[in-house]
């Protein structure tokens, strides 16, 4: 199978997925950005979520509202039998109603045939993302000092073990 998916939908919990490829439409990366830039300092450019999609390693993946806009994003990429997951954004107003969590499942679903580990980093300070990765599962394995800056701060390193292969 391969890892990217074929801008491909799926269902869970009333919540769609989207994944991006090469046929995404411009639009639909303007508006990764734009949420990018609503909820995470330094984000993604259009061009960037584009050339993650384009990558053969690259995952996107996109919610959208009744108007289609952009509310919620994650992207990964994997190498050898590990992903690392690099964003993570709900629009404000569609916070707690279990969005992040759908991306999420999804992510592992498409990448499980295929590898082993999940790893990513999140601000220490970052109380509602570190309590969505452990209500899924991940586990605080490491911390790196000043990984973050603007402002500078230290990363937690979780990882969730999703395969056996
Ligand atoms: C972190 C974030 C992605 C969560 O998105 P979300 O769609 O609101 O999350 P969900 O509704 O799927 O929540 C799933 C679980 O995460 C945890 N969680 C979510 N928000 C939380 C909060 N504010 N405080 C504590 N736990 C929280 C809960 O365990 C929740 O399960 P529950 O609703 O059954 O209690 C969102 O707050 C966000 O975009 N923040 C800004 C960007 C960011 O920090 N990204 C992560 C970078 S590492």
Redesign the pocket.
Known sequence: MSMRGQAGMTQKADVKIYSADCNTSDLIFAGLADLEAQ??PDGWSANAFRSEAEKENGIVLYTLDENENVI?LLTAYTAADEAD?T??????S???????????YEMENIAANEIKDIF????MS???????????GYERIAVRKRFYSNPVEDAIIMKKKVSEI
Do not use: D, H, M, P
């Not at 964003?87 to 404000?92: G, M």
């Not at 569609?94 to 991306?103: M, S, T």
């Open positions: 909820t995470i919620g997951i964003n993570v954004a709900v629009k404000n569609a916070r707690k109603k279990g969005i992040a969590k759908a991306l999420l990513l980093e999140v601000r970052n109380i509602a993302a570190i309590g969505l990765y452990t209500s899924l």
